[in-house]
């Protein structure tokens, strides 16, 4: 390993600036986090989506127990995960845009209830319903456990990750016959 470009010093504004630094190195997958239900709605977009466990199937994600996400999916019980495709830039955009709130976010995007009534975005690589398993509540987000109510599984394999503070499209070229099959799961 080279020399660090980056030492820790006692500043905490400046080490909160180094860890945001040290983070951007690790790339991944975006989602979306929607919650609510009929028109009080709201998601946002999310690298911090995780499985924790497949046997029962449980997935972690962590938010800031600010966001207005938090406030709904802790109400309600439920929330969404988006998982999104390498074409959905721009949907990503428009969950991360502070200046956009609740279901200002879901204007031109296609969406629909799920069987809780949490919104689902149509066209991501894997949608999921999640009831609210567990909230663990540390710092400034919620770490919350998700069991799974149902999901829906696309057959297209293009993805997006973001990293070093950009989005990156990563392109499957088995995504060129995904019109042409069924879709690989889905389950009610």
Sequence with gaps: MGKSDIHLVTDNDEIEHQFRAVMRRLAGGVSIITAGRDEDITGMTVT???????????????????ASSFALIERHGIFGVNILGSDQQELASRFSNGRLKGPLRFDSAPWSAGTSGVPLLG??????????????????HGII?????????????????????????????LDLLWENTIPLAHVR
């Design 123 to 140: 066209n991501s690589l894997a949608t999921i319903e999640c009831r609210v398993e567990e909230i663990i509540e540390r710092y400034s």
């Design 48 to 66: 911090s989506l995780t499985s924790l466990s497949a046997s029962p199937p449980r997935l972690l994600v962590s938010v800031n127990r600010q």
């Design 145 to 173: 456990v998700g069991s799974l109510l149902s999901f829906d599984l696309s057959p297209q394999l293009s993805g997006l990750v973001y990293w070093n503070g950009q989005y990156i499209e990563i392109k499957h070229e």
